[in-house]
């Protein structure tokens, strides 16, 4: 099980990003999928999350309204349209699948939000 992410960087404060997220060696469209972000010094945290056929999502209240939670099972890749973004956002954002034997993440990839 693999799973890689891309997208991040720097951007301004009200700036947008995509990030996604592409699975290997798993069924990808039998599994939910989920974004979390950490940021320094803070406990990693649930962003977004998304079913397996993409039919249901849930979102922290800190991200609302701004972010949306995705998906492209004929891809394999599961995406996070982030805008209006905040200097808040700033974190190492992880894609997250789990089903036997895991929780399995990604490596990250880093969302700097900042003038």
């Known amino acids: 099980v693999q799973l890689v992410e891309s997208g991040g960087g720097l951007v301004q404060p009200g700036g947008s990003l995509r990030l996604s997220c592409a699975g290997y060696g798993f069924t990808f469209s039998s599994y939910a999928m989920s974004w979390y972000r950490q940021a320094p010094g803070k406990e990693r945290e649930l962003v977004a999350a998304i079913t397996s056929a993409g039919s249901s999502t849930k979102y922290a209240d800190s991200v609302k309204g701004r972010f949306t939670i995705s998906r492209d099972n004929a891809k394999n890749t599961v995406y996070l349209q982030m805008i209006s973004l905040k200097p808040e956002d700033t974190a190492l954002y992880y894609c997250?699948?789990?089903?036997?034997?895991?929780?399995?993440w990604g490596q990250g990839t880093q969302v700097t939000v900042s003038s």
């Open positions: 997250n699948t789990y089903f036997f034997g895991g929780p399995y």
